[in-house]
């Protein structure tokens, strides 16, 4: 197993193990991301607190950016976002379960399976076998000039992709890298909107709040105005979002250039000299153990206050749920429509 695959296996049991505790607390409160305010403002409020234990997973487990598990734990917390929305969670990719994608196809076949033919389809699903990528854990899309990775997706056989998020890590070399992450993802949004045009379109971008010190000032700066332009025109982002995570100097950063360990090449189905053979799966360890290692998580904080209210989770999120829910029939996602017309 290469030291990316292996990094990922024990990433996957850490977000996992995270992801399940926050969703069995979840439906013992109130079961819905959104609220209502006294003066009738509807507002959805994302779950912070799971964001922050995802983003100490990478800390704890040194893991260079180019593994692509600091990018993952983004992915991870928006496909859940979205399942708390009350979207369908098999639809939601990535999946809180391998196989990550899951055809809707394949969920039809599941639901009707005898309970012979359900040990049969899931002991193959569940093998880490991506079976000519229509499982597994990348999504490609084709976009209107090119296929592009897309991180986290809803889409099902019947509508096509509701949902297409694309999310961005920036750690250092923040003068370094920024200009090519922005102009990567302006691109990735032109490219998705032409074939797509009533998906729900967002771009997510966290940078450490080391980019707010004097000597990147400036940079930060043409960064978070460059965000809020991505979001300003009617064939490209629907929505973007920023979060500024923070955590000791002392704990080690992870390693690498801020790539994302992405190959455009790969996502074109030009090589597959960088595909993984299979899915890396969560490690079989006992609760107590994945639990051991979670309390060891470094602490992560989020600088709430330097992110525009435009830019926020807050609105991120209820911009893609409502986008969506207004571009469906009545009939389409009523679970997702009952949360919010319920909030608390």
């Given at each position: 197993?290469?030291?990316?695959?292996?990094?990922?296996?024990?990433?996957?049991?850490?977000?996992?193990?995270?992801?399940?505790?926050?969703?069995?607390?979840?439906?013992?409160?109130?079961?819905?991301?959104?609220?209502?305010?006294?003066?009738?403002?509807?507002?959805?409020?994302?779950?912070?607190?799971?964001?922050?234990?995802?983003?100490?997973?990478?800390?704890?487990?040194?893991?260079?950016?180019?593994?692509?598990?600091?990018?993952?734990?983004?992915?991870?917390?928006?496909?859940?976002?979205?399942?708390?929305?009350?979207?369908?969670?098999?639809?939601?990719?990535?999946?809180?379960?391998?196989?990550?994608?899951?055809?809707?196809?394949?969920?039809?076949?599941?639901?009707?399976?005898?309970?012979?033919?359900?040990?049969?389809?899931?002991?193959?699903?569940?093998?880490?076998?991506?079976?000519?990528?229509?499982?597994?854990?990348?999504?490609?899309?084709?976009?209107?000039?090119?296929?592009?990775?897309?991180?986290?997706?809803?889409?099902?056989?019947?509508?096509?992709?509701?949902?297409?998020?694309?999310?961005?890590?920036?750690?250092?070399?923040?003068?370094?890298?920024?200009?090519?992450?922005?102009?990567?993802?302006?691109?990735?949004?032109?490219?998705?909107?032409?074939?797509?045009?009533?998906?729900?379109?967002?771009?997510?971008?966290?940078?450490?709040?080391?980019?707010?010190?004097?000597?990147?000032?400036?940079?930060?700066?043409?960064?978070?105005?460059?965000?809020?332009?991505?979001?300003?025109?009617?064939?490209?982002?629907?929505?973007?979002?920023?979060?500024?995570?923070?955590?000791?100097?002392?704990?080690?950063?992870?390693?690498?250039?801020?790539?994302?360990?992405?190959?455009?090449?790969?996502?074109?189905?030009?090589?597959?000299?960088?595909?993984?053979?299979?899915e890396p799966l969560p490690l079989e360890l006992p609760e107590s153990e994945v639990d051991r290692q979670l309390r060891q998580l470094p602490a992560v904080e989020l600088n709430r206050k330097a992110v525009p209210?435009?830019?926020?989770?807050?609105?991120?999120?209820?911009?893609?749920?409502?986008?969506?829910?207004?571009?469906?029939?009545?009939?389409?996602?009523?679970?997702?429509?009952?949360?919010?017309?319920?909030?608390?």
């Amino acid at each position: 197993m290469s030291d990316a695959k292996s990094l990922k296996a024990q990433a996957w049991t850490l977000f996992d193990r995270i992801v399940e505790l926050a969703a069995a607390s979840e439906g013992r409160t109130t079961g819905t991301p959104w609220f209502r305010y006294a003066d009738g403002r509807l507002t959805y409020w994302p779950d912070y607190a799971v964001l922050q234990q995802l983003l100490g997973v990478p800390l704890l487990l040194n893991a260079p950016s180019q593994s692509g598990v600091p990018a993952l734990g983004l992915d991870v917390w928006t496909s859940y976002e979205l399942r708390r929305a009350g979207f369908e969670p098999d639809l939601v990719w990535p999946r809180a379960t391998p196989p990550r994608i899951l055809p809707s196809t394949l969920v039809a076949l599941r639901r009707e399976a005898t309970r012979e033919q359900l040990r049969v389809l899931d002991s193959m699903l569940q093998s880490g076998k991506t079976y000519n990528n229509e499982t597994g854990a990348s999504a490609n899309i084709l976009g209107k000039n090119y296929v592009k990775q897309v991180d986290v997706v809803m889409s099902a056989w019947n509508t096509g992709p509701e949902i297409l998020i694309s999310t961005k890590r920036m750690d250092s070399s923040f003068g370094k890298n920024a200009a090519n992450r922005v102009e990567e993802s302006y691109g990735d949004a032109k490219n998705l909107r032409s074939r797509h045009p009533q998906a729900a379109l967002g771009f997510l971008f966290s940078l450490r709040s080391t980019a707010l010190k004097p000597q990147f000032e400036d940079v930060a700066a043409w960064i978070v105005d460059l965000l809020g332009k991505l979001g300003r025109e009617d064939d490209a982002y629907d929505a973007v979002c920023l979060i500024i995570p923070e955590w000791s100097d002392e704990v080690a950063e992870p390693s690498g250039d801020d790539g994302d360990g992405e190959d455009p090449l790969v996502s074109a189905g030009l090589t597959s000299a960088r595909l993984p053979e299979d899915e890396p799966l969560p490690l079989e360890l006992p609760e107590s153990e994945v639990d051991r290692q979670l309390r060891q998580l470094p602490a992560v904080e989020l600088n709430r206050k330097a992110v525009p209210s435009t830019l926020s989770p807050e609105v991120f999120f209820a911009t893609i749920v409502n986008r969506v829910l207004d571009n469906s029939p009545v009939n389409f996602h009523r679970e997702a429509r009952r949360r919010r017309a319920n909030p608390a």
